[in-house]
Each structure stands twice: as C-alpha cells, then as structure tokens.
C-alpha cells in the first residue's frame, strides 16, 4: 500500500484578524491543546451554524464570532466516558493514536458548549456515574444534574488548527462537527458568549471573526454543509496554520 503523503498549500497573503503579535525576540509559547463544536441545522431554505460573538472586554478575541468551545481541561479525561469517538476520527486528531487524549479532546468541546450556551450534546442516562472529581460546577455537572451524559458517538470531524507561533496566545485546536438535531437545552447567552444565534453558513463570512473560523466555514460551504460529505472524505480533513506570512493548510 502506498504510503499518504502530505500536501501542503500556501495561500495568498491576507490580513490576519484577532490574533495577536508577540514582542520581538519573546520565546515562542507552546499551544494548549483545545477543543470546539461546529453544529448545523438544516432548514429549508439555508444550513445554518451557531455562532457567539465573544465579549469585547475579554482578553482573547475580543468581540469576534465564534464556535463554541475553549481549553482542555484535566477533569475532562477524569471524567467517566460512556461513549467513546469513532476510531477513524481518534486517527485524525493528532494525538499519536491516544483514545484517552482524542475522548477527552471530544469531551471538552461537548463541555464547553453547555457552559457557553445551555445546549447540550448529549443522551439521557439512568444512573449516572460522578466521575470527574470536579471542583466547581461545569457543563458536564450541569447536564448531569439533568440526567444527560456527554453523546460523543454523535461527533464529526471538520479539522484542526495551531495558533501560529508568532501569538503570545496560542492554541491547537481541534473543530468537532454535530448535527443541532441531537441538542438538548436551550440557548442562553453567557459572560463568555454576549450573542448567540443560528447564521447562515454565506452570511455568517460576513461576520467579525478570526481567519480560522473563516477558513472552517469556507471548508464547510465547500460541502453544502452536508455532514455526510464531509465524512467520507474524512482522510482529506485539514490542518490550518500561518507560515511567512501566509494561510498554510495541510491535508492527509
């Protein structure tokens, strides 16, 4: 069998939005492993994705349209799993196969979501184990507390991303990809999310926001936003990243 080979394209130059720039000669920072949901919902008209806008007084991105989503924390690979993520998309993440690594990663989104905006992708469950040992309430908390446990097996992939190193802030991300159909809950919006709504997947390009939420509604839009799609052509998801200058993407 032969062997896949990267490819790697360099797009044009364009201006970088909501990124920071780091003092010359600063050390390089290491990214934190990170973690968001991309939902969908399909009407007859348009599919639509969720998209907050963050407040204007918080440190990173402030006032930018967002996916859910934020850092990795330990609790969530303390956290009891009763649903574990596809093994095709575990392969994808760039966690050197770790099933571990890629359910905490998928639950981290999942969590995120439910604290940023009361939706939650998740089933019901009798029983539940409290696992986490968490300090303070969180999502997972959250929809426990409302007999739902995190639905991992309902998760796509739409790709990943790495800050580039000329942010003193800066973040590997991974986007997972769900269907507005399996949500519970209801949209509320938080001190981390000061709007929240169902966009268009054309109009929301025309929203402030960060060239990596761009370039995954452009990959989205390339799809028709067609979940299906974008699962067979699960080995062509892409890495984005900035190098000289430049949109880099690199696809396996």
Not at 44 to 53: E, N
Not at 136 to 150: A, F, R, W, Y
Not at 171 to 190: E, N, P, Q, V
Request: hydrophobic share 40%.
């Amino acid at each position: 069998m032969t062997e896949k080979q990267y490819i790697a394209r360099s797009m044009e130059k364009k201006e970088l939005k909501f990124t920071p720039k780091n003092k010359k000669n600063n050390p390089i920072v290491k990214p934190r492993n990170a973690a968001s949901l991309v939902l969908l919902k399909n009407t007859a008209k348009s599919t639509k994705v969720l998209l907050g806008k963050r407040s204007d007084k918080t440190r990173f991105m402030p006032g930018a349209w967002v996916f859910p989503g934020g850092v990795l924390d330990k609790n969530d690979f303390k956290t009891h799993k009763y649903t574990q993520l596809k093994q095709k998309i575990v392969s994808r993440l760039a966690v050197s196969n770790n099933i571990n690594t890629a359910n905490a990663l998928a639950l981290a989104a999942v969590r995120e979501t439910a604290e940023e905006t009361g939706l939650f992708l998740g089933q019901y469950r009798k029983n539940i184990i409290y696992k986490n040992n968490m300090e303070h309430d969180n999502g997972i908390k959250t929809m426990q507390n409302n007999n739902l446990v995190p639905d991992l097996t309902k998760l796509s992939y739409l790709g990943r991303a790495i800050t580039p190193t000329f942010s003193p802030i800066r973040f590997h991300a991974r986007f997972f990809l769900s269907d507005a159909k399996y949500l519970k809950g209801k949209i509320r919006t938080t001190k981390e999310l000061v709007e929240i709504d169902w966009i268009p997947l054309k109009k929301a390009l025309k929203l402030p926001m960060a060239d990596v939420t761009e370039f995954m509604i452009e990959e989205l839009i390339s799809f028709n936003g067609d979940i299906s799609k974008i699962n067979k052509m699960l080995d062509n998801r892409p890495m984005f990243t900035w190098k000289m200058g430049k949109q880099w993407i690199t696809r396996k």
